[in-house]
């Protein structure tokens, strides 16, 4: 958080509210929710495909008109893809071409191909606009001085992801 509000200030120059042309500047924000949609993705399980021909993959033989579902969630997390892959570290995003629409298939949060989520850039900027001025306006904390490190992040499944607890964080407006 510190961090991301190191960079939302210096970008913001003391200006009311962060705008949208402020974004692309936030190379920190960017990879901040690049990392939450990896290891959150919101929809684990992207919509199944059928296969069209026989595939062999790996050592698997899949014929044509099988279901197939692609588990995203796992993806994100694979260790022979990510290093240390269930930490939250966004830095990993900083100065990677790796990108969330759909040609990186260690990372497709919005799904990949034909039927790929159509609102990735409305969906992007809305989280990048919120999250930015979020942390331009308040400090968040955990209530009665709970460290963050432990904060639950259990998810529960289901058609989209949730959290398992209910994320509770005391706001304080900043006065700087
Ligand atoms: C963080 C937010 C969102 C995430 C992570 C997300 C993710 C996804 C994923 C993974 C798919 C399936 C893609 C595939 O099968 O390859 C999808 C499909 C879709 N999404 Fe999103 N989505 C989000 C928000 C939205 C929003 C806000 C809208 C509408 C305003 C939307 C509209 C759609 C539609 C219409 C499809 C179906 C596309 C099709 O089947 O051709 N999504 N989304």
Redesign the pocket.
Known sequence: MKKLQKEVKEVAHGKPIITEDDLSKMMYLQAVLKEA?RLH???PL??SRESTQDVKLMRYDILAGTQVIVN?WAIGRDPTRWVEPDRFHPERFLNNPIDYK?LNFEF????????????IQ??IVV?EFVLANLVYKYDFAMPEEVNGEELDMTEITGFTLHRKSPLLVVATPHLD
């Not at 497709?108 to 609102?119: E, H, K, L, V």
């Open positions: 949609l993705t919101p929809l992207v919509t995203a759909g497709i949060p919005f799904g990949a191909g034909r039927r790929r989520c159509p609102a409305f969906v989280n």
